[in-house]
């Protein structure tokens, strides 16, 4: 299953006992990296409930909930 708005991949997330088609690049909030300034990457871990960042750079890495 690909997102309807970038065509990236989906991935299945469960929440309350359903799962849903989640597109990490459209459905989190953006982040960007403390130091560098820049757009930091992000994947969702843990089932689609942590939101792992990682920034291009300086490889400074941030963990959220995602919910
Ligand atoms: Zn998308
Ligand atoms: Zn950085």
């Not at 065509?7 to 597109?23: I, Y």
């Not at 757009?39 to 689609?48: D, E, I």
């Given at each position: 299953?690909?997102?309807?708005?970038?065509?990236n991949?989906?991935?299945?997330?469960?929440?309350?006992?359903t799962?849903?088609q989640?597109?990490?690049?459209?459905?989190?909030?953006?982040?960007?990296?403390?130091?560098?300034?820049?757009?930091?990457?992000?994947?969702?871990?843990?089932?689609?409930?942590?939101?792992?960042?990682?920034?291009?750079?300086?490889?400074?890495?941030?963990?959220?909930?995602?919910?």
């Amino acid at each position: 299953m690909t997102c309807p708005k970038c065509e990236n991949p989906t991935v299945p997330v469960t929440r309350n006992g359903t799962t849903t088609q989640v597109c990490a690049a459209c459905d989190t909030p953006d982040r960007t990296c403390t130091w560098c300034k820049v757009p930091m990457s992000k994947r969702l871990v843990g089932n689609g409930q942590y939101l792992h960042y990682i920034c291009p750079k300086c490889r400074f890495q941030h963990t959220a909930k995602f919910s």
